[in-house]
Nanobody, 123 residues
Framework: VQLQASGGGLVQAGGSLRLSCGAS????????MGWFRQAPGKEREFISA????????VYADSVKGRFTISADNPMNTIYLQMNSLKPEDTAVYYC?????????????????WGSGTLVTVSS
């Protein structure tokens, strides 16, 4: 499975961005896709995930109500709509895929990762 994320950039606080992540390869193996982020000097943290079959979603408390994850299954693509962005949302954002049925948000339990895309929110 290969993942490619895009859509990062520079935005002012209160603004919006939409990230995209496309999967290729053995996509039939994927149960869940998700987004994580890593700010400088901090550990990678879970943001949101979606189960491709059924569409159930999970969010971190820090982004609940501001970020929305969605999936375009035929295109093997997920999106992260980020609204009301804050300077503390500044980080490199990574998409990931998990091939196990069980939804676990710990980064080390996700086996496939895309290259990151940088999101910078200015105050």
């Amino acid at each position: 499975v290969q993942l490619q994320a895009s859509g990062g950039g520079l935005v002012q606080a209160g603004g919006s961005l939409r990230l995209s992540c496309g999967a290729s390869g053995r996509t039939f193996m994927i149960y869940h896709m998700g987004w994580f982020r890593q700010a400088p000097g901090k550990e990678r943290e879970f943001i949101s995930a979606i189960t491709l079959s059924g569409g159930s979603t999970v969010y971190a408390d820090s982004v609940k109500g501001r970020f929305t994850i969605s999936a375009d299954n035929p295109m093997n693509t997920i999106y992260l709509q980020m609204n009301s962005l804050k300077p503390e949302d500044t980080a490199v954002y990574y998409c990931a895929a998990r091939t196990s049925r069980l939804m676990i948000t710990a980064p080390r339990q996700w086996g496939y990762w895309g290259s990151g895309t940088l999101v910078t929110v200015s105050s």
